[in-house]
């Protein structure tokens, strides 16, 4: 489903992304994995328009997204989690999610000044698809609640949510389970799959948690300085010896 | 609990304000400076809107004034008919000139994509842009400004009511609000400042230059007016007995017949005056109530939620879909037209239009004070600091001066010191109101009403 | 007049723009090391920096009278000269004393450069006011001295030519000042060891500061600096022309498109920003008309001025070349940013 061709990226002197080619199929759960500096979320941010790549070409299916906005992705689809949880932090939890729709009749100004009637029954759809995710992720409790009060995976499970009020095509997530404690990290893990099975969600995941890429990927691909290594089932490339090498370095060999 | 009480505090606090001078100095004056309040809250509802909800610092707000004042004329003064028959069509042409020179290199910008020929073809755009004004701008302009340049000398209006120049100012400060937004608008807070500030220079010097538009600094007098006037007034019947039927006690108590009609016609002649303020004060009060519901509606609905999401985090809603370049210009033409309104009717209440009088210290730099004051973000806080900073900066002067009295009380009446101190007082207005912005930011830097992070 | 004139055609040219554009793009220059200076170690758009020229140069005045009450004069320089280190050192500590009441604030709570660009604002309402207060609205000249080096008619009688040359002991004054205050900054940012301290913190200011620098030190001469560039910038330009507390308002924008055309944050870009604003806004206002009549033959002469835009639009120039920049090439000529 996504194509990513020959991406390459350097910032002054260094090649943070070189020549990287790799395909995410439709349906999948796929692990990016490598060690730090690898250029994993360099092209995270590349394939999601908060960086521009030097050379090499992106496709949606047939379609070339290479050079487009962040908000232009979302339209097609494409939409992301972020490393650091980038949740709004003065709105409300249900706010956070009402926001997320694009094309609301109520973002047009003009609208809110004679469209009104329209508009409170959109608010009516947009709220119940918004409590139904809330419901989901079991944060019911919290509607209400600021965004900034949540805690650290309760943020990244929000992040989550705001991909489901839209029909995604693909979600990246970037490292969606950092820094989140273990029942969280089920729920987290557990809303995954069945968005994957349920609704037909295409996920490409940011991960170290070796357990966490084991438990949801069904295909894992491995990157270093810059480039792809090496493709497969998680199984095989924990025995890979290229991998292995990548992780501990030329001279660490186990 | 006192957070409930702030907006209707700040705004008793204001009314007995102004109450104290309408009792003290004249209830003349306090309609004057009340009504110079209402249309500095609107100007700062306008500047709130681009810096509370999309941080952009408009430090141009005096050239949309400007452009709101330059509308009122061109709507309301009567057409020169014999400049317009002798050079009307060179200007026309002239205008149509540039128009498609702005249209031609935005078209070139966007779609050629050789660098080369795209500089190649802008240049020569620029080129036969000069080569055409040249032709038709300069001896067009000679030519109506050589029309009795003592009386008009310019091309006149439109001939229509002033007030509908009020809407019409909204059209033509958001129309150069976008151009100018769609220049800048990529640029980092400080660097969209100063270009603001460049513009809105320029727009002065072309209406102060360009005669043929609005006589420059001739200044356009004598302005049509939505309320009546004060003379007229005075010969009205039904006016002359109102004053009469409200002072009857008064007029009673004195005995001498022609001394009663002296004292009736001064009450008409000041009556005349507050009546005319207050019609002003009422037309204003309704724009100032039209345009704070309409804000009102948008920013509590889907729109205002999405600017809000921008304003919070700009990565994460850009990443959710929202175009933040687009949001961000739209608030800026937004903005920028309430300023353009509050400038025409800052023109119709002075009845004239004088370039001359546009300092950015009067005007973008003061509303600036209102907006950080009253509370960014809060449309209710923009229009107490509209209300409250201006009212601080007209009494500002007879208090400083007062001030300097009372400090110079001891020395000798005529002594340079004391002679150079009350000269400068009136600086002290400055110096006040760099101070409260001073206190204002490290002290209450919310502002007096900030802005409400509601749970519900 | 003879056709191909070109020795008369050069010296009306240096006379009405060459020699005016050197000496203004001088104090711009100045001036603008002040804003970019500012802008790279503390990290924000100094709009207070045209009222600190103008109290500096109030200053400055203010010395110059008391020193021609007490008999001492520069002679055949303007004693404004003698003046000038006192304005500075006063100027320095009001810079001082403005950062510890004001800005010290909003650093040690990490604010946004917005907020501190209205700050500056409030300070220069307050630097306005008081300039106002003290010294009065009105224009005031301060020039005394030999007026001028070469005078039109001296210069036409010498060399027989028809168009004359004036240089003004100012514009000398200018130029010289001026090169001597931007020799001695660059040595001192070069060279120095305060001077290396400040471009480390101007680049890095964490890694600055993990090296032991100290950050107050480095901000107390930051402020003294451009205390003194403000000061001298301000009084060549008062020197030169006269001296109005609103002119340095007015000056604002042509000091800042130099400091961004050049590249904010870099000095060198500071200065050769001020001479290209200085140069643009002469050179597209000047009615080249008498110079075309030198040059061209007969049927060739113009008959309209040959102006480019009247000089009521000069600031306008600058401000165009800012946006053009700004479009074109944000960071400006060098590169901007760091010291």
């Given at each position: 489903?996504?194509?990513?061709?020959?991406?390459?990226?350097?910032?002054?002197?260094?090649?943070?992304?070189?020549?990287?080619?790799?395909?995410?199929?439709?349906?999948?759960?796929?692990?990016?994995?490598?060690?730090?500096?690898?250029?994993?979320?360099?092209?995270?941010?590349?394939?999601?328009?908060?960086?521009?790549?030097?050379?090499?070409?992106?496709?949606?299916?047939?379609?070339?997204?290479?050079?487009?906005?962040?908000?232009?992705?979302?339209?097609?689809?494409?939409?992301?989690?972020?490393?650091?949880?980038?949740?709004?932090?003065?709105?409300?939890?249900?706010?956070?999610?009402?926001?997320?729709?694009?094309?609301?009749?109520?973002?047009?100004?003009?609208?809110?000044?004679?469209?009104?009637?329209?508009?409170?029954?959109?608010?009516?759809?947009?709220?119940?698809?918004?409590?139904?995710?809330?419901?989901?992720?079991?944060?019911?409790?919290?509607?209400?609640?600021?965004?900034?009060?949540?805690?650290?995976?309760?943020?990244?499970?929000?992040?989550?949510?705001?991909?489901?009020?839209?029909?995604?095509?693909?979600?990246?997530?970037?490292?969606?389970?950092?820094?989140?404690?273990?029942?969280?990290?089920?729920?987290?893990?557990?809303?995954?799959?069945?968005?994957?099975?349920?609704?037909?969600?295409?996920?490409?995941?940011?991960?170290?948690?070796?357990?966490?890429?084991?438990?949801?990927?069904?295909?894992?691909?491995?990157?270093?300085?810059?480039?792809?290594?090496?493709?497969?089932?998680?199984?095989?490339?924990?025995?890979?010896?290229?991998?292995?090498?990548?992780?501990?370095?030329?001279?660490?060999?186990? | 609990?006192?957070?409930?009480?702030?907006?209707?505090?700040a705004f008793l606090v204001m009314a007995l304000l102004l109450a104290i001078v309408g009792f003290g100095q004249s209830w003349s004056v306090a309609l004057g400076i009340i009504n110079l309040c209402i249309i500095s809250a609107i100007m700062a509802l306008g500047v709130n809107l681009q810096w509370g909800y999309a941080g952009l610092f408009n430090a141009g707000v005096m050239g949309f004034t400007a452009l709101g004042g330059l509308t009122a004329?061109?709507?309301?003064?009567?057409?020169?008919?014999?400049?317009?028959?002798?050079?009307?069509?060179?200007?026309?042409?002239?205008?149509?000139?540039?128009?498609?020179?702005?249209?031609?290199?935005?078209?070139?910008?966007?779609?050629?994509?050789?660098?080369?020929?795209?500089?190649?073809?802008?240049?020569?755009?620029?080129?036969?842009?000069?080569?055409?004004?040249?032709?038709?701008?300069?001896?067009?302009?000679?030519?109506?400004?050589?029309?009795?340049?003592?009386?008009?000398?310019?091309?006149?209006?439109?001939?229509?009511?002033?007030?509908?120049?009020?809407?019409?100012?909204?059209?033509?400060?958001?129309?150069?609000?976008?151009?100018?937004?769609?220049?800048?608008?990529?640029?980092?807070?400080?660097?969209?400042?100063?270009?603001?500030?460049?513009?809105?220079?320029?727009?002065?010097?072309?209406?102060?230059?360009?005669?043929?538009?609005?006589?420059?600094?001739?200044?356009?007098?004598?302005?049509?007016?939505?309320?009546?006037?004060?003379?007229?007034?005075?010969?009205?019947?039904?006016?002359?007995?109102?004053?009469?039927?409200?002072?009857?006690?008064?007029?009673?108590?004195?005995?001498?017949?022609?001394?009663?009609?002296?004292?009736?016609?001064?009450?008409?002649?000041?009556?005349?005056?507050?009546?005319?303020?207050?019609?002003?004060?009422?037309?204003?009060?309704?724009?100032?109530?039209?345009?704070?519901?309409?804000?009102?509606?948008?920013?509590?609905?889907?729109?205002?939620?999405?600017?809000?999401?921008?304003?919070?985090?700009?990565?994460?809603?850009?990443?959710?879909?929202?175009?933040?370049?687009?949001?961000?210009?739209?608030?800026?033409?937004?903005?920028?037209?309430?300023?353009?309104?509050?400038?025409?009717?800052?023109?119709?209440?002075?009845?004239?239009?004088?370039?001359?009088?546009?300092?950015?210290?009067?005007?973008?730099?003061?509303?600036?004070?209102?907006?950080?004051?009253?509370?960014?973000?809060?449309?209710?806080?923009?229009?107490?600091?509209?209300?409250?900073?201006?009212?601080?900066?007209?009494?500002?002067?007879?208090?400083?001066?007062?001030?300097?009295?009372?400090?110079?009380?001891?020395?000798?009446?005529?002594?340079?010191?004391?002679?150079?101190?009350?000269?400068?007082?009136?600086?002290?207005?400055?110096?006040?109101?760099?101070?409260?912005?001073?206190?204002?930011?490290?002290?209450?830097?919310?502002?007096?009403?900030?802005?409400?992070?509601?749970?519900? | 007049?003879?056709?191909?004139?070109?020795?008369?055609?050069?010296?009306?040219?240096?006379?009405?723009?060459?020699?005016?554009?050197?000496?203004?793009?001088?104090?711009?220059?100045?001036?603008?090391?002040?804003?970019?200076?500012?802008?790279?170690?503390?990290?924000?758009?100094?709009?207070?920096?045209?009222?600190?020229?103008?109290?500096?140069?109030?200053?400055?005045?203010?010395?110059?009278?008391?020193?021609?009450?007490?008999?001492?004069?520069?002679?055949?320089?303007?004693?404004?000269?003698?003046?000038?280190?006192?304005?500075?050192?006063?100027?320095?500590?009001?810079?001082?004393?403005?950062?510890?009441?004001?800005?010290?604030?909003?650093?040690?709570?990490?604010?946004?450069?917005?907020?501190?660009?209205?700050?500056?604002?409030?300070?220069?309402?307050?630097?306005?006011?008081?300039?106002?207060?003290?010294?009065?609205?009105?224009?005031?000249?301060?020039?005394?001295?030999?007026?001028?080096?070469?005078?039109?008619?001296?210069?036409?009688?010498?060399?027989?030519?028809?168009?004359?040359?004036?240089?003004?002991?100012?514009?000398?004054?200018?130029?010289?000042?001026?090169?001597?205050?931007?020799?001695?900054?660059?040595?001192?940012?070069?060279?120095?060891?305060?001077?290396?301290?400040?471009?480390?913190?101007?680049?890095?200011?964490?890694?600055?500061?993990?090296?032991?620098?100290?950050?107050?030190?480095?901000?107390?001469?930051?402020?003294?600096?451009?205390?003194?560039?403000?000061?001298?910038?301000?009084?060549?330009?008062?020197?030169?022309?006269?001296?109005?507390?609103?002119?340095?308002?007015?000056?604002?924008?042509?000091?800042?498109?130099?400091?961004?055309?050049?590249?904010?944050?870099?000095?060198?870009?500071?200065?050769?920003?001020?001479?290209?604003?200085?140069?643009?806004?002469?050179?597209?206002?000047?009615?080249?008309?008498?110079?075309f009549i030198y040059l061209l033959p007969e049927h060739l002469e113009p008959s309209g001025l040959t102006q480019f835009l009247s000089t009521d639009y000069k600031f306008a120039i600058s401000f165009i070349i800012l946006v053009i920049v700004l479009i074109i090439r944000p960071t400006g000529v060098f590169r901007g940013k760091t010291i």
């Amino acid at each position: 489903m996504l194509s990513i061709k020959n991406i390459s990226k350097s910032f002054g002197g260094i090649q943070a992304v070189n020549d990287a080619s790799l395909e995410i199929k439709k349906g999948s759960i796929t692990g990016l994995i490598g060690p730090n500096g690898a250029g994993k979320t360099t092209l995270f941010n590349i394939i999601a328009g908060n960086l521009e790549a030097n050379s090499g070409q992106i496709f949606l299916e047939e379609d070339n997204i290479t050079s487009l906005p962040s908000y232009r992705l979302f339209e097609k689809g494409v939409l992301r989690t972020f490393q650091i949880a980038h949740e709004f932090s003065k709105m409300t939890v249900l706010e956070n999610l009402m926001v997320v729709p694009g094309s609301q009749l109520g973002e047009k100004i003009l609208n809110t000044w004679f469209q009104r009637g329209k508009i409170k029954e959109e608010e009516k759809i947009i709220k119940k698809r918004a409590e139904e995710v809330i419901e989901f992720l079991n944060l019911s409790h919290l509607t209400y609640e600021l965004a900034g009060n949540l805690s650290g995976g309760q943020k990244k499970l929000l992040e989550l949510g705001r991909t489901m009020m839209v029909d995604a095509k693909i979600v990246l997530l970037d490292e969606v389970g950092a820094g989140v404690n273990r029942t969280l990290l089920n729920d987290i893990a557990n809303a995954i799959q069945k968005l994957n099975k349920e609704k037909g969600y295409t996920f490409c995941m940011i991960e170290h948690d070796i357990e966490f890429i084991g438990k949801l990927c069904d295909q894992v691909i491995v990157m270093a300085e810059g480039s792809v290594l090496v493709e497969g089932q998680i199984e095989e490339i924990k025995k890979n010896e290229k991998v292995i090498e990548a992780y501990l370095g030329r001279s660490g060999a186990v | 609990m006192i957070e409930k009480y702030r907006a209707p505090l700040a705004f008793l606090v204001m009314a007995l304000l102004l109450a104290i001078v309408g009792f003290g100095q004249s209830w003349s004056v306090a309609l004057g400076i009340i009504n110079l309040c209402i249309i500095s809250a609107i100007m700062a509802l306008g500047v709130n809107l681009q810096w509370g909800y999309a941080g952009l610092f408009n430090a141009g707000v005096m050239g949309f004034t400007a452009l709101g004042g330059l509308t009122a004329v061109l709507i309301s003064h009567q057409p020169i008919y014999e400049a317009w028959s002798s050079a009307g069509s060179g200007i026309l042409l002239s205008g149509f000139i540039l128009i498609s020179a702005v249209f031609g290199i935005y078209f070139v910008h966007k779609k050629i994509e050789k660098i080369l020929l795209k500089r190649i073809l802008i240049i020569s755009i620029i080129g036969i842009t000069l080569f055409g004004l040249n032709i038709f701008y300069g001896p067009s302009v000679s030519i109506i400004e050589s029309i009795n340049p003592a009386k008009t000398g310019f091309l006149g209006g439109l001939g229509l009511p002033i007030i509908v120049s009020w809407l019409v100012a909204a059209f033509v400060a958001g129309f150069v609000a976008w151009i100018i937004g769609k220049i800048t608008l990529g640029l980092r807070s400080d660097y969209l400042a100063i270009a603001t500030l460049g513009i809105s220079e320029i727009v002065i010097a072309v209406l102060k230059h360009e005669d043929w538009l609005s006589r420059g600094v001739k200044n356009v007098t004598g302005l049509d007016r939505p309320v009546p006037y004060e003379i007229e007034l005075q010969e009205t019947t039904w006016f002359i007995d109102l004053i009469a039927s409200i002072n009857t006690s008064k007029l009673q108590a004195v005995q001498i017949l022609s001394d009663r009609q002296d004292i009736l016609n001064k009450l008409v002649i000041d009556g005349s005056s507050i009546f005319v303020k207050l019609c002003y004060a009422g037309l204003f009060i309704l724009v100032l109530l039209i345009i704070y519901f309409l804000s009102h509606l948008a920013l509590q609905s889907p729109w205002g939620r999405m600017l809000r999401a921008i304003r919070d985090n700009e990565d994460a809603a850009s990443a959710m879909g929202k175009n933040i370049v687009a949001k961000h210009l739209q608030i800026f033409v937004i903005g920028s037209a309430i300023i353009g309104i509050a400038g025409a009717m800052l023109t119709t209440l002075d009845g004239q239009f004088t370039p001359g009088s546009y300092q950015p210290l009067r005007f973008t730099f003061i509303i600036w004070v209102m907006v950080i004051v009253g509370g960014s973000g809060n449309n209710l806080g923009s229009i107490f600091g509209g209300f409250f900073i201006w009212f601080m900066w007209i009494e500002a002067e007879p208090l400083s001066i007062a001030f300097i009295s009372l400090l110079t009380n001891g020395l000798d009446y005529n002594s340079p010191v004391r002679m150079h101190l009350i000269a400068s007082a009136p600086h002290l207005r400055l110096f006040i109101m760099g101070s409260i912005l001073l206190l204002a930011l490290r002290f209450m830097p919310q502002g007096v009403i900030p802005e409400k992070v509601s749970k519900e | 007049m003879e056709n191909f004139d070109i020795l008369n055609a050069l010296i009306l040219l240096a006379n009405f723009v060459i020699v005016p554009a050197i000496s203004y793009g001088s104090q711009l220059a100045i001036a603008a090391l002040g804003i970019t200076i500012v802008y790279a170690v503390l990290r924000f758009s100094n709009f207070a920096h045209g009222d600190l020229m103008s109290f500096g140069t109030m200053t400055a005045i203010l010395f110059t009278w008391l020193f021609q009450s007490l008999g001492i004069t520069g002679g055949v320089l303007p004693t404004a000269l003698i003046a000038l280190p006192f304005a500075i050192v006063v100027t320095a500590l009001l810079c001082l004393l403005i950062d510890k009441s004001v800005y010290r604030f909003y650093r040690k709570q990490k604010s946004h450069a917005v907020v501190f660009m209205i700050v500056s604002v409030g300070v220069m309402f307050i630097l306005n006011a008081t300039v106002r207060f003290i010294i009065g609205p009105n224009d005031r000249t301060f020039f005394d001295g030999e007026k001028f080096l070469i005078r039109a008619l001296d210069f036409k009688a010498s060399t027989g030519l028809e168009e004359g040359l004036t240089i003004k002991s100012t514009q000398l004054i200018t130029v010289i000042v001026a090169i001597i205050t931007m020799l001695l900054l660059f040595y001192f940012l070069q060279k120095t060891k305060m001077g290396k301290a400040m471009r480390a913190y101007s680049n890095n200011e964490d890694l600055a500061l993990l090296s032991g620098i100290n950050p107050d030190r480095v901000v107390m001469i930051t402020w003294i600096i451009v205390g003194a560039l403000a000061t001298i910038a301000g009084v060549l330009y008062g020197l030169d022309k006269s001296f109005k507390p609103f002119t340095y308002f007015q000056l604002l924008l042509p000091m800042f498109a130099a400091a961004i055309v050049g590249g904010i944050g870099n000095p060198i870009g500071a200065v050769v920003g001020g001479y290209i604003i200085a140069f643009s806004e002469i050179m597209l206002t000047y009615a080249y008309k008498k110079f075309f009549i030198y040059l061209l033959p007969e049927h060739l002469e113009p008959s309209g001025l040959t102006q480019f835009l009247s000089t009521d639009y000069k600031f306008a120039i600058s401000f165009i070349i800012l946006v053009i920049v700004l479009i074109i090439r944000p960071t400006g000529v060098f590169r901007g940013k760091t010291i």
